[in-house]
Structure formats: C-alpha cells, structure tokens
C-alpha cells in the first residue's frame, strides 16, 4: 500500500488497497467499487505500455462522462502518461487540432463516436486508436480496446515517473482564440486536491453529485476529491434530463453537489413551480462562474440541511478561493479567501499593490499553479510573472478583483470583459445581478457592443422562467434603481436561450455571435 501519495495515481492505489469493496463510481449503467476501478485501470495501464506509451507521452481520452472516462484517466497515468481528456461533445475539427496539439501518442474513444474521431485522425494516420466497442464492426485500423484488455494484469506496472512530471493537459474551452493546453504536474494536482478536501472536509461516508464533464477541472476534482477521501462519485452524463439527475440525487442519498450557476438556475426554475427539496445535502459548491447572489436564497431552499461554499479558480490554478458558508448571507457577492497553503494578491497594471476597496488584478502564489501552456512560451511569459521570492512565479490570473477591509475578496469582471461606457469603466456581473433580483429572470447574460457616441454600450440578454411575464422597461427601471446611470443597459434582448461552452458556462462571445442580427436590429 502506498503511505504517502507522492503521484496523482497513488491516491486510487491507496483508496483500493483500504476499501477494495467500497463503491468508487455509479453512473447510469454502471457501480464500481474501488478494486475493480483500480483494476480496469492498471489492465489499460499494461495494453497502453505495449502501445509504446512512455513517460510523458499524451494519451487522449475522448470518451461519454462515464465510468471509463473515469478510470481511464488513471490507465493513462499508471502507464507513465499524461491525460488529456476531451469533451464528447466536441466536434471533429476541434478534436484533431487536440490531438495535433498535444502530439498525442495514442487515442482512447467508444464506438458511438467513431463519426468525429475518424474524420479528425484522417491526417494522422499513426496514431493509435483504442475503442470501446457498442455492437458492430469498428472502423478499419482501430483495436478493440475491450479485447486488448482482458488478458492483462490487475496490477500496476512499474513507476517509471516523479511528482515533477506532468500529470495532465488540461485544455481551456478557447473563447478567446484556439484552445491552450494547460500543463499540470502530479504535485501541482495532489496540492490543489489537498487543499480543496481539507476546506471541504469530505470522507469516506460521502457521496459526491456531478453532472459536470470530466475534462473541466471543475468536474475532475470531484472524481479525484471522492477518490482522494475513499468516498463515492455519483456521476451524471450531463443536466439534458434534470428529472433524472433528481431521482438519482434522492435515491443515491447524495452529500454533496457541484455545480454551476445555469444548473442552479434550472433548478430554481422547476422549484419554482413544484417544490424540489434534497435533505440528504450537507453541501453544495460553485465554481466556474460567479453565483449571483439572488440564488442563495433560492439554493437553500433546494439543499435546507446544505452548507454553501462559492468558490472561483481557474484552469491554470485549479482553485483560489473559497468563502467560508457562515459568510454565504452576508457577504453573497464575495468568493472568500485563499484556498489553504496559497496566497492571493491584488495588484495594479505596474504590479503594486493597490488599497482596499480599489479594483486590482488577481495574482495567485501557490504549489498549485500551472507549469505553463503547452507549446506556447509567449502565452505562458504573460501570465506566469516573477514572485516576490527568488526564483519563483506569480500567475497573473487577467481578472479584476477588489478587497474588502476584512481580508475577502470580489469578483468584479474578467479583464477582457470589462465593459468601457461613457469614460466609465461598467462589471457585467454587477449588472447582471441587478438584472436576477426580478424574479422572473431565468438567466442574465450583459456585454458591450461598440456604440459611436458611448465607445461600447451595455446590453443585456435574458431569459424567463417558464410561464413568466417581464418587459424591457421593467428590466431597465430594476437597473436604474440599483445601478448608476451609466451602467443601465442601453439595449435588452429577451430572447429564448443562452448558448454554452461544452462545459456548461454561459458564454458571452457565442452569444454576441448568435444574436448579432438582433443586436444589429435594437441599435
């Protein structure tokens, strides 16, 4: 048994060895206790070996958010790789600058996704393809990977690699440009996944709820919390059916739930109309996008025995801050402080420091931070800045925060998303959450859109819940009496949906995308 885990496999090896029986994994069609996750693991760590897998080498999983995504991630360590999980969702043009990207050694995929993986290995025809079969014959040049598994070992091969190494390439959803692959060690994960369990507190009586994708760190770090605590992982292939994501969360006695903020707020809406209580929650999380306040409220109706925990990080970090939930009701706007064993700085454009109250960029020190972007030197130079101590470096996070007298800090908008109005410098979030105190307010997305006299002019998408009734103007007359003049939005779009990024964010580029004819026609 392995004492100290000192690589991000160690922890499987070590949950297995304790409580081989103890169920690891449930899913849909699957319940996996830990020996026979351990197992599938090593069997795949052997067959990629044989492959000429090597240390260092990108395995790529494209697989459901299931069960074998899973335990595949832990195949691919063992085996002296590194994984990089790609979202099922994604298309083939996507997949193969991944695959083309990260200089993948070898592709792990199932059967009903052969029509995207196919087309996007057509120009990389050495690469070795591994499938779960579903029924029916599999593309030409492609191994059965069911077949190539059941001879092998249920045991780990040699190690052949250190904490230093990488452990995982994470790549970003690329709404700013093509996706970067971000680059993380084993003690960079190990520290963040310490960190965030010992905040969380989880252990083995837990049962983890998540319908989010394996490949957001995000959702990751709930299959790697479950397994670094010996506890379980409920996992949903996604939120399309939340009736079903709610009978299991009752029939599963779920503990936790980790979700994001267009979950909650479907969630919110179907309490709306037939009352949805899970007592079995003792809490609930939130990262990826910023929780409005007005659902706080709303969230403890939904969980009445649930501690609230928001929480912000970022792929090249993980996780930086958490607000402790005593705090979740009087400071709802705030994401806390530093994550233990880290530290957070705001600092100006210069990198001074800048006064509470006053608006800075986010900088985050810790083990935790990233490595750097893979293949991207320039990229990595302007977000990986020298610390205050020799030798080491600061992660420039892009996002402007600002500070509270008492330590907490407040998301006050990405860099990139800051909205300049009238010579004034307007947070989309604040509006946003002017816009959710109406009740009937589904969900509020708010950017800029160039404007000949203003320079950009605040504009606001939003859906309603189902059944309800809401007018631009009443929108616009909650904005006035929250917000300064300058920040009411000159335009706003009541339209039927938000697009998503694949891992659930709303995102503000598809949406300036999908509705420009609409913006076009208001101005």
Avoid at 25 to 35: F, S, V
Avoid at 291 to 316: D, H, S, V
Avoid at 365 to 387: D, I, S
Wanted: charged letters at 20%; aromatic letters at 8%.
């Amino acid at each position: 048994m392995v004492a100290v885990p000192r690589l991000l496999q160690d922890i499987l090896l070590t949950a297995a060895a304790r409580r081989p029986q103890h169920t690891a994994l449930i899913t849909e069609n699957a319940r996996l206790d830990y020996r026979e996750v351990a197992g599938y693991a090593c069997r795949l760590a052997h067959v990629l070996r044989a492959r000429g897998v090597r240390r260092g080498d990108r395995v790529a999983i494209f697989m459901d958010n299931g069960w074998r995504c899973a335990a595949s991630l832990f195949g691919v360590l063992l085996a002296g790789g590194v994984f990089v999980a790609v979202n099922y969702q994604t298309k083939a043009h996507k997949l193969a600058f991944i695959l083309r990207d990260s200089g993948a050694s070898a592709l792990l995929s199932e059967q009903p996704l052969a029509h995207i993986f196919e087309p996007a290995t057509a120009r990389l025809p050495g690469l070795p393809i591994l499938c779960a079969p579903s029924g029916g014959a599999l593309p030409a040049g492609v191994t059965d990977l069911e077949a190539a598994l059941a001879d092998q070992l249920a045991a780990p091969p040699p190690r052949t690699v250190i904490g230093l190494d990488l452990a995982a390439l994470i790549y970003t959803s690329g709404t700013s440009g093509e996706p970067k692959g971000v680059m993380h060690t084993h003690q960079s994960l190990l520290f963040a996944l310490d960190s965030i369990n010992e905040y969380l507190g989880f252990s083995q009586d837990d049962r983890l709820f998540s319908a989010l994708p394996l490949n957001f760190g995000y959702g990751l770090f709930q299959w790697l919390s479950a397994i670094r605590a010996g506890a379980t992982l409920v996992l949903e292939r996604s939120f399309t059916y939340p009736a079903q994501a709610y009978q299991r969360m009752r029939d599963e006695a779920v503990t936790s739930v980790a979700s994001v903020p267009t979950i909650y707020a479907m969630m919110l809406a179907q309490e709306a109309k037939q009352p949805l209580r899970f007592p079995s929650v003792r809490l609930v999380t939130n990262a990826a996008a910023a929780l409005p306040p007005e659902f706080i409220p709303g969230i403890k109706r939904l969980f009445p025995q649930a501690q609230i925990y928001k929480m912000y990080g970022q792929t090249e970090c993980i996780r930086s801050a958490y607000l402790e939930p005593a705090l979740a009701e009087s400071k709802p706007e705030s994401v806390g402080r530093a994550i233990p064993g880290t530290e957070l700085l705001l600092l100006d454009e210069r990198g001074c420091p800048v006064a509470p109250g006053e608006v800075g960029i986010l900088h985050v020190r810790g083990p935790h931070v990233m490595r750097g972007y893979w293949n991207q030197p320039e990229k990595t130079a302007e977000v990986l800045r020298p610390g205050p101590l020799p030798g080491e470096c600061l992660l420039k996070s892009g996002d402007l925060f600002r500070q509270d007298a008492g330590g907490d800090f407040y998301f006050v908008a990405r860099g990139d998303e800051i909205i300049k109005s009238r010579g004034e410098k307007v947070s989309p979030d604040e509006v946003e959450n002017a816009i959710y105190s109406l009740p009937a307010v589904r969900e509020a997305v708010v950017a800029g859109i160039p404007d000949p006299l203003l320079g950009e002019a605040v504009c606001a998408f939003v859906t309603l819940r189902e059944g309800a009734k809401l007018t631009v103007r009443q929108i616009k007359r909650a904005c006035s009496e929250r917000l300064e003049n300058y920040m009411v939005p000159k335009y706003v779009l009541i339209v039927s949906e938000l697009p998503r990024t694949l891992n659930g964010k709303l995102s503000r580029k598809s949406i300036l995308q999908q509705y420009s004819a609409l913006i076009v026609e208001a101005a």
